[in-house]
């Protein structure tokens, strides 16, 4: 949920800078907002993983 907020906030910033402003945006805020991503999400479900199974050993 949170990653899916962060993708459509990341979209929307540079929908509105490259549009509205007509500025560039950088080759480096794509990769490093994906790349920011892909690290919550892997951390998220990380995460989750482990208190789903420290739940079933209660």
Same mark, same amino acid.
Do not use: C, P, W
């Given at each position: 949920? @949170?990653?899916?907020? %962060?993708?459509?906030? !990341? #979209? &929307?910033? /540079? /929908? !509105?800078?490259?549009? =509205?402003? !007509? %500025?560039?945006?950088? @080759?480096?805020? @794509?990769? #490093?907002?994906? &790349?920011?991503? =892909?690290?919550?999400?892997l951390?998220?479900? $990380? &995460? $989750? =993983? *482990? &208190?789903? %199974?420290?739940? *079933?050993? /209660?």
């Amino acid at each position: 949920m @949170i990653e899916t907020t %962060q993708l459509f906030g !990341s #979209l &929307l910033s /540079i /929908i !509105s800078h490259t549009y =509205v402003y !007509s %500025q560039v945006f950088d @080759i480096n805020d @794509i990769f #490093l907002n994906t &790349l920011g991503g =892909v690290v919550g999400y892997l951390l998220a479900r $990380y &995460l $989750y =993983v *482990k &208190l789903s %199974q420290k739940e *079933k050993a /209660i």
